[in-house]
């Protein structure tokens, strides 16, 4: 559990436990072939995916509907150096089906500043994985999160 | 300064004052052609380029050395819905010149685990990019920090 670069890899279902309790997270994609980075409100539905709300139409939608994300969140003590990090990484896309974007509209995020017309997009969570830092001695390098090799 | 999608647009001076006051950012960069994402602990060198300090040869070094990649730092209060979140965007690039890595060894970042042969990482701030949003009325849709289109 503890290898020698200190940090603690965390399992699927702890990385979501842990991400389902912070409230905004960041949606990394590419915007005109450069790397893009946007802080998001966010909730996790029950198969790990994470829901955004967002306005129909924006640029955010344009460039992640049909793309592979990542999505990340963390919580780092810069005092103690201590915290972690988790990633989702999978396929975006906006939630097309009536039904499910009904059910989303009760059980989804909430937008911070709704607007007249909003789409859920759903980033299936592929790929989970996220290490935790304790205290000093467990940061490899200036990383939190990086796997020497 | 507040247009009707309630985003302050921050000048670039505000964007590098703002970075300087928080000590961890994340890194944006593609791996293995998928999106990925790191946090790290960074300094903010005088001309605003993003400095980090990571173990020679670990994967991040190999990942975004020569490349094009995105540093984000965020402030997010989401009791209040308000908070900044700033991205760099440039070419970053392994500092080789010894002058350089002395001058940095005095005056740059700190690595929280140091590890026995380390590189300074300097993104350049080619862009510098953010946005403030104040209570509430400010989101644009889910997102902190999209543009509409």
Redesign the interface.
Known sequence: MYPDD?FRELGRQECLRLMAGV??G?????RRA?????????RLDADGAVL????A????V?AVDGA???F?A?D?D?AR?S?W?V?V?GPAAVVTDPAEHRRLARTG?V???P?AR?VF?RVEAELVTGRELVG??????????????
């Open positions: 200190g409230p905004v960041r949606i990394v994609f590419t450069l790397p893009a980075v946007l802080p998001v409100n966010f955004l709300r967002t306005a139409g924006s640029e955010l344009r592979v994300v990542a990340e963390d780092v810069a150096h915290g990090s990633v990484t995020p937008s911070w500043a607007s909003e997009v000093g001695r467990s940061l490899y390098g200036a990383s939190l999160a990086v796997a020497d090799g």
